[in-house]
């Protein structure tokens, strides 16, 4: 069964430190990963997308990582600010066409000052 | 990136009316467009597949006479749903994907539109 996984459900953090979300997923075959912010009442916006071969991108303040063999991604946020404030979800698209998407079901972040 | 917009931001009506949501894709031409439902602290879920000029395809559980989708033009898909009760009331979500150049790999979504039944 194709399932994303996103860890921890929720986090708080003070502003200005770094934090890590966690993403695992069984998605066969696989097609892409992307990681999008949500901001409360809001449509997702992309932050990275990366295909099987790529272990690392960044965006900003934002690094993402994929580990394809134990189907793990991270999304570290580094200096965090009180804007990053949202729900970060983890996207997974399955088959060659990539065109069935599992979503994960986010981890909401809260950053305090 | 894509610029997708939605109308109305937000609605509200009375329980029995229906509603029309409307989703645009202002600067390409978007073959396919997704009708996603969420509900509070709840990831997004996958209500319908939409393609310009044919019928949409909708996910396991979603009733198709009651969320009317319908993908007219290249720029504009609309989904109105019908006899609007209050287990209704979500947040609604389109996307888009081009067939070509970067568009084809990331999902590019609209504001989203905030439905209360009432």
């Known amino acids: 069964k194709n399932q994303v996984e996103q860890s921890p459900q929720s986090l708080i953090i003070l502003e200005g430190k770094n934090c890590t979300l966690q993403?695992?997923?069984?998605?066969?075959?696989?097609?892409?990963l992307r990681w999008y912010k949500q901001d409360t009442g809001r449509g997702p916006v992309s932050l990275t997308i990366m295909t099987f071969s790529e272990n690392t991108k960044s965006n900003g303040r934002y690094t993402a990582t994929l580990d394809a063999d134990t189907k793990q991604s991270s999304l570290h946020i580094t200096a965090s600010q009180l804007s990053d404030s949202a729900s970060y979800i983890c996207v997974v698209s399955v088959g060659t066409g990539g065109f069935k998407t599992i979503f994960g079901a986010g981890t909401r972040l809260f950053v305090k000052a | 990136g894509a610029v997708v917009s939605q109308h109305p931001s937000w609605v509200i009506c009375k329980s029995g009316t229906s509603v029309k949501i409307e989703c645009r894709s202002l600067?390409?031409?978007?073959?396919?467009m997704f009708w996603y439902r969420q509900f509070p602290k709840q990831s997004l879920m996958l209500m319908a597949t939409?393609?310009?000029?044919?019928?949409?395809?909708?996910e396991q559980g979603v009733e198709k006479d009651k969320f009317l989708i319908n993908h007219a033009s290249l720029t504009l898909s609309t989904l109105t749903v019908t006899s609007a009760h209050p287990e209704d009331s979500s947040f609604y979500i389109c996307s888009v994907k081009g067939g070509s150049g970067s568009y084809w790999e990331t999902q590019y979504f609209g504001p989203g539109t905030r439905l209360l039944v009432l």
């Open positions: 939409s393609n310009e000029g044919s019928k949409a395809t909708y």
């Open positions: 993403c695992n997923y069984t998605v066969s075959p696989f097609s892409n």
């Open positions: 600067d390409f031409q978007a073959t396919t």
